[in-house]
């Protein structure tokens, strides 16, 4: 098979954790006999240096001819400080988001048998723990207007907006996935305050009868915050707003023991993005020590999610699951520092596992 695959690295740490995913994705292609090409192109902070715009034409239409979009991630503290930018580096990942129409975000949430003691949460409560977030990726509060200030600079608004088509189609999905898993589909909202969220109960509620197996539960968001920590085994799959799934898989990701673990896929109407649900990681940047896996995992869900290659997916999530079992870790996943091994040696390990495997 012939894999097309845009290449964006990005801010921060992005550039480094992309190499190793890109060494893991070649070897595995050489052990398949696929063919692949990558292609690089400008996202971000980086982008708004180079060309002015966080998320140039160029690069659009780059993942607009591609098979698969291999994401490293967005941000600097140089605008995080700087509240009247006019342009920021996330506006990059958002347009990106939108144009591709990316309206489902799925990060699964699982953890690894190695690194239960990892986790700040008890062992009886996080072994075995195995859900995926739905998150919805292009609507709500991240994209409603009217947003912005009043003429005096003194009053802020966001507005969070969703139609019963974006309702729908998220949920839908939400509803397909659970099919395939086991069958519990729990809806996250907030529908005891906030309009939106009495839409998506409402609709949910219409399409329970076509899926009749499912067990459907809602859960308002807050409540759903403090589930995730006290019994996440409660869970098999979430959906929710765009928002409310920022910040719960933020949250999910305490369970696995380090958020540089957890890979995502957005889905939708054009090509798909993979991307490491963790941010840029300034602090880390250059220093070669950011933990590379959830990236290498996204490339996993790439080989599944873009090109059906289940068997080529899998073998990369055995080849993390080694890596941490050998202690092949970054600092992140070490006690002790000194035993930690840099972004490129975690790498260096997995290729190798794969090439020998
Ligand atoms: C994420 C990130 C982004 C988001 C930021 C960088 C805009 O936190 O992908 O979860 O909020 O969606
Ligand atoms: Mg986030």
Redesign the pocket.
Known sequence: MNLNIAVLSGDGIGPEIIEQALRVTKVVCEKFGHVLITRTALVGAVAIEQVGNPYPDETHNLCMNSDAVLFG???HPRFDNDPTAKVR??QG??AM?KKLGLYA?IRPVIIFESLLDKSPLKLERIEGVDFVAI?E?TGGI?FGQPQGRSEDGNTAYDSSVYTRMEVERILELAFRFAMKRRKKLTVVDKANVLATSRLWRQIAKEMEPMFPEVEVDYMFVDNAAMQIIQWPKRFDVMVTE??FG?IL??EASVISGSMGLLP?ASIGIHTSVF?P?H??YPQAAGKNIANPCATILSAAMMFEYAFSLMEEGALIRKAVEASIVAGAVTEDLTDDKSKAMTTSEVGDWIVEYLSKY
């Open positions: 991630a967005i941000g580096p996330e990942l958002l988001r975000n998150r990726l991240y765009n928002m920022d898989t933020d995502s991307e649900i941010g840029s």
